[in-house]
């Protein structure tokens, strides 16, 4: 991991994607990221998909690697007055800077900014909410609001996104607003609670795309269109040993190599003197996508992936073959160790796996590798002595009390 934001401590008490997310952002950029948990694991501590033969979470080692991890029973007053004293811990005498929480537990008093700056003034705690108003939402049941599943393909039913891009865009989020908040802090000495949800990140995403303004200035809602591209020239075509690609031609350049290759270009000549129309134009690309699919698709069906291939990268062309993971990574070059942003790390109850680091490439610093997410709890004796001063006597007191688990 990069060296970037070492001597910066962050306390994150969250599940699920995207407050973890953002945490795992700052530990990928050399952040201490203490992951509080309660003991025997949080709400997503076993979620699918898990190792076959000792039930690990993927998904969870996938989210939290390079983190330090304790595990405290949060039901118990003692409990919470340990987050709370780690969340708001006084700056390392190294200058390590504390007193800062990620958290998308948004709704839980004890974790409030009124009680944290009770304990310390200038506590900064970043809270991941669903809806503005703290009210519940998840990725899916926020992007069934923004219209993008009726979007999405090729009839009237609406259809899921897989990816939670809303939860990774507020998780990214939520990191730079807990940069800013330091930064805030740095230059006035001033804590502060910063919010981000989840209904703000994909609304103010469907407007900055410019789907708000769509339906308020034209009066117009779009449908769903298959696997075209909107607005330009896009689609997937199958190739003759039945793979299939997506292709797009955004640029008139490309439009005109995607002519030459597949030997359209006067019979695309003669239809735009027919038509009276531009294809150099992608607006015009875009309307008169069926007809100029259509004069493509016959060369990609006469020839193998192999060869449409090399002729599409010739001619500078942006497309992709459509592939499983399992393809991916049988194959492709970007998602195996020739990409320095992967390493193959052993993360215990798991064992190797191929890891991203950051996928932020800084020309300023080397590439180091990923660290393993921990067992639960693995780190709850050295952070409590190091960080709250507490003794092995108090450690174990709290251990034998059912208040902290000390081993993963």
């Known amino acids: 991991m990069y060296s970037l934001l070492s001597g910066l401590s962050v306390v994150e008490a969250a599940a699920f994607v995207a407050a973890p997310l953002a945490g795992m952002t700052l530990a990928q950029l050399g952040a201490e990221v203490i992951r509080v948990d309660p003991i025997g694991g949080g709400l997503d501590h076993k979620r699918w998909p898990q190792a076959r033969e000792t039930g690990h979470s993927l998904y969870w080692a996938g989210l939290n690697k390079g983190k330090k991890s304790i595990a405290v029973n949060l039901g118990q007053p003692e409990g919470r007055e340990l987050v709370q004293a780690l969340a708001t811990a006084a700056d ?49 049941t926020v992007n069934c609001a923004v219209g993008y599943p009726t979007l999405t393909g090729a009839d009237e039913r609406p259809v899921n996104h897989v990816l939670p891009a809303w939860d990774m865009g507020c998780g990214l989020h939520a990191a730079l607003g ?100 531009d294809f150099g134009d992608e607006s015009a690309r875009f309307e008169w996508r069926s007809v100029l699919c259509a004069l493509i698709e016959p060369w990609i069906a006469t020839n193998d992936l192999s060869v449409v291939g090399t002729a599409l990268d010739d001619a500078d062309l942006a497309w992709g073959p459509y592939q499983t993971v399992t393809e991916m990574l049988a194959s492709d070059p970007r998602a195996s160790t020739d990409n320095p942003m992967f390493s193959r790390v052993s993360h215990p109850g798991i064992g190797p796996v191929l890891t991203p680091g950051s996928p932020i490439d800084f020309s300023a610093l080397p590439r180091r590798e990923p660290g393993a997410a921990p067992l639960l709890g693995t780190d709850t004796e050295a952070v409590l002595a190091d960080r709250l001063g507490l003794s092995q006597a108090e450690i174990g007191r709290l251990h034998d009390a059912g208040t902290v688990q000390i081993a993963g």
Request: net charge negative; glycine share 14%.
């Open 92 to 140: 390392g005498g190294d200058g390590t800077q504390r007193g800062i929480l990620l958290t998308n537990f948004a709704t839980s008093r004890w974790l409030s900014q009124k009680t944290l700056a009770e304990k310390r003034a200038d506590v900064i705690s970043v809270a991941v909410k669903g809806n503005p108003d703290g009210t519940t939402a998840v990725d899916y």
């Open 178 to 277: 807990l940069l800013g908040a330091l930064r805030h802090r740095e230059q006035t000495g001033e804590g502060q609670r910063v919010e981000v949800s989840l209904t703000d990140v994909a609304m103010a995403m469907v407007g900055n795309l410019g789907q708000i303004a769509e339906v308020e200035v034209n009066g117009t809602e779009r449908g769903p269109i298959g696997n075209d591209l909107y607005g330009s020239f896009g689609r997937d075509f199958e190739t003759r040993d039945g793979r299939r690609v997506m292709l797009v031609a955004l640029t008139p350049k490309q439009w005109q190599g995607l002519c030459r290759i597949t030997g359209i270009e006067t019979r695309v000549a003669a239809l735009e003197e027919a038509l009276g129309v």
